[in-house]
């Protein structure tokens, strides 16, 4: 399944997911830090999401309260939540 998230308080301003049930098979951000992002999605790549939502969840951007691997943990506990009921 193919998911759209909105990010909030990144400089990326959207994440593109497709899952295989709770497998991550792509992540895409749009905008952010080329570099680092196209890296997140390439580590986060075949792993479950649950696992990358504990690996990410919480971690910030400098001063920022959330940064744009905190977004994928939110978007990814979004979808993993509609996903179960």
């Known amino acids: 399944?193919?998911?759209r998230y909105k990010?909030?308080?990144t400089c990326?301003?959207?994440?593109v997911l497709e899952l295989n049930g709770?497998?991550?098979?792509s992540v895409e951000f749009v905008g952010g830090c080329n570099g680092n992002t196209k890296g997140?999605?390439?580590l986060v790549k075949g792993m479950k999401a649950e696992e990358v939502i504990d690996?990410?969840?919480g971690i910030?951007?400098?001063f920022r309260p959330t940064s744009c691997p905190d977004q994928l943990a939110v978007?990814?506990?979004q979808v993993m939540g509609k996903k179960e009921k």
């Open 1 to 3: 399944m193919n998911y």
């Open 7 to 9: 990010t909030r308080g």
């Open 12 to 15: 990326s301003t959207e994440i």
């Open 22 to 25: 709770d497998i991550i098979k």
């Open 40 to 42: 997140v999605a390439a």
């Open 55 to 57: 690996r990410l969840k």
């Open 60 to 62: 910030k951007c400098g």
């Open 75 to 77: 978007a990814l506990s």
